[in-house]
């Protein structure tokens, strides 16, 4: 049996009002860039930045020292290199280090709105003076 048009109407609005009801609801607790903490932030991600060819992979966990803090790896067979990190109100900082005393390379980035701190872009900019930086994209690999 096929509905009414007059009924069909009416689900259509149903629905209609429904949706944008949603479009009202904020997003889930911790959601907004300005509240994605550190903790949110632990797990490995997918990195990918100008100038290579394959991507790498970051380790993310607490810092064992600084509260509030990252402590991780940056790996790509065979290379692995020490970095620490810090999230404030939707900033992402990295340090990295080859050789576990100086700085590399330091990452700026943002979390994407509407990632939920699942996705954070940027530039990386290596030490040495006179080179370009290079855009970065985060992905992490935790399902939320």
Same mark, same amino acid.
């Given at each position: ?5 007059? %009924?069909?109407?009416? @689900?259509?609005?149903?629905? @209609? ?6 479009? $009202?609801?904020?997003?889930? /607790? ?5 509240? =994605? $903490?550190? *903790?949110? %932030? !632990?797990?490995?991600?997918? !990195? ?5 060819? &394959? ?5 993310? +966990?607490?810092? /064992? ?7 991780? $790896? ?8 020490? !970095?620490?990190?810090? @999230? *404030? ?5 990295? *340090? ?6 100086? =700085? ?8 994407? &709105?509407?990632?939920?701190?699942? @996705? =954070? $872009? ?12 290079? +855009? ?5 690999? +935790?399902?939320?």
């Amino acid at each position: 049996m096929k509905p009414s048009r007059k %009924l069909s109407g009416l @689900i259509t609005s149903a629905c @209609i009002a429904g949706l944008s009801a949603c479009a $009202t609801v904020p997003s889930s /607790p911790g959601c907004a860039n300005e509240d =994605i $903490t550190a *903790e949110q %932030l !632990v797990g490995s991600w997918r !990195v990918e930045w100008s100038g290579q060819a &394959a991507p790498w992979t970051l380790l993310l +966990r607490p810092h /064992p020292e600084h509260e509030g803090s990252l402590r991780g $790896t940056l790996m790509q067979n065979p290379q692995h290199y020490a !970095v620490a990190a810090d @999230i *404030e109100e939707g900033e992402f900082t990295m *340090e990295e280090s080859h050789d576990g005393q100086r =700085i590399a390379a330091t990452w700026l980035g943002k979390v994407q &709105a509407g990632s939920c701190g699942q @996705i =954070i $872009t940027g530039e990386r900019q290596e030490g040495s003076a006179g080179q370009a930086p290079q +855009r970065f994209e985060m992905r992490s690999h +935790r399902v939320r």
